[in-house]
């Protein structure tokens, strides 16, 4: 049977990410644009646009579609940006991240996810980004700083090397709370120091390293 991804990408955008609130117009053709059957295992790519997050083995996810468009929203990304994502998971917000940004730095801690993420990626001919197996939560100092970072897993508090990375005006979003539940924050670097925003409750699997959660 065949199954018209293309519709269902476009019903995505058009209902659960315009009516709650996403604006963006360059967020909303990304979300638009990349295929997140993709990303998913084969035996669920016709849930692939449902308004939830799916398995994708590990005990990990790939994110609901709105809370992928929230983050990559939240970042205000122009398109000349160095952007930092701690969590590769499944790749998809790489991609979304990739049509939006210049270049993307993303980690992950899993290695079977990194390579399959970086096989996928390769395979849509993403060009733009660029990928280590690290302990994310210690960021990517190599390449910093970032004009923003985005964290797909739950950290106790915002990682400090995280906020030391950034640019002076960057941009971190990241959800912190318990292993339960969280609020997803953003967190805007300025000369006078951080300043932070909550974007709502969000439930996400745990960030574990060094400033996340311990094994």
Partial sequence: MHYDYSSARKEMVKRQLIPRG??????????????????????????????RPLPIGQDQTISQPYIVALMTEALELTGSEMVLEVGTGSGYQAAVLAELCDTVYTVERIEPLMENAKRILQNLGYANIRYKVFNGTLGWPEYAPYDGIIVT???????????????????????????????????????????????????????????????
């Fill in 153 to 215: 897993a739950a950290a106790p508090r915002t990682p400090r090397p995280l906020l030391e990375q950034l640019t002076e005006g960057g941009r971190v979003v990241v959800p912190v709370g318990d292993r339960l539940s969280q609020n997803l924050i953003k967190v805007t670097k300025e000369k006078q120091g951080y300043f932070e925003k909550n974007l709502g409750g969000v439930r996400f699997v745990p960030l574990m390293g060094d400033y996340g959660w311990k094994e």
């Fill in 22 to 51: 996403i604006r963006d117009p360059r967020v909303l053709e990304a979300m638009g644009k990349v295929p997140r059957e993709a990303f998913v295992p084969d035996a669920m790519k016709a849930d692939a646009y449902d308004d």
